[in-house]
T-cell receptor, first 115, second 114 residues
Framework: EAGVAQSPRYKIIEKRQSVAFWCNPI?????LYWYQQILGQGPKLLIQ????????DSQLPKDRFSAERLKGVDSTLKIQPAKLEDSAVYLC?????????????FGSGTQLSVL | AQKITQTQPGMFVQEKEAVTLDCTYDTSDPSYGLFWYKQPSSGEMIFLIYQGSYDQQNATEGRYSLNFQKARKSANLVISASQLGDSAMYFC???????????FGSGTKLNVKP
């Protein structure tokens, strides 16, 4: 079974530039999550999708971050414009959803450096 | 509000000894799930063990066991016979009842000494 795919693996940009991350969850997984993990901290949920609807985006800085999950499968997360404090690892995860297998499956993450 | 607390930023353990990583949680949900994940320096998040709030017995997976004390709202991870490869960050997480939301603690960095 293929895991959660994320790209790119690394990205270096200048502040005020834009960047996009892509995630393809495990086939059949209804729930998709984007987490931000700053060095030395636990993952912080940015946005959660159930199929192609947003369940929670309360911690997404909507003035600069946007995310979509068209057709309820893969997803993109965009930052425009980036700030220095956006330097972090962006983790995508998926799960079967309510009533399914409990655990989250994570991708390898995208390490973003904003200079 | 849902909250996960890991009070040990870092821990050392001697190889082959057992170690306990602490986790307490706060929730008002009637049912929930508790998880531990391992994050080596390579960055991937590896699922270790799961405990459901209604499970009567503590979960075990190989060298990992979860010491679940519901009344105290604690879900400590016990690693027996530590190995050098166990050196990593360890995160406690809770799945709430509402739309499968997951909440993570701040992590514990475990160093296994030879």
């Amino acid at each position: 079974e293929a895991g959660v795919a994320q790209s790119p693996r690394y990205k270096i940009i200048e502040k005020r530039q834009s960047v996009a991350f892509w995630c393809n969850p495990i086939s059949g997984h209804a729930t998709l999550y984007w987490y931000q993990q700053i060095l030395g901290q636990g993952p912080k949920l940015l946005i959660q999708f159930q199929n192609n609807g947003v369940v929670d985006d309360s911690q997404l800085p909507k003035d600069r971050f946007s995310a979509e999950r068209l057709k309820g499968v893969d997803s993109t997360l965009k930052i425009q414009p980036a700030k220095l404090e956006d330097s972090a690892v962006y983790l995508c995860a998926s799960s079967l959803g309510p009533g399914g297998d409990e655990k989250l499956f994570f991708g390898s993450g995208t390490q973003l450096s904003v200079l | 509000a849902q909250k996960i607390t890991q009070t040990q930023p870092g821990m050392f353990v001697q190889e082959k000894e057992a170690v306990t990583l602490d986790c307490t949680y706060d929730t008002s949900d009637p049912s929930y799930g508790l998880f531990w994940y391992k994050q080596p320096s390579s960055g991937e998040m590896i699922f270790l063990i799961y405990q459901g709030s209604y499970d009567q017995q503590n979960a075990t997976e190989g060298r990992y066991s979860l010491n679940f004390q519901k009344a105290r709202k604690s879900a400590n991870l016990v690693i027996s016979a530590s190995q050098l490869g166990d050196s990593a960050m360890y995160f406690c997480a809770m799945r709430g009842n509402n739309f499968n939301k997951f909440y993570f603690g701040s992590g514990t960095k475990l160093n296994v000494k030879p």
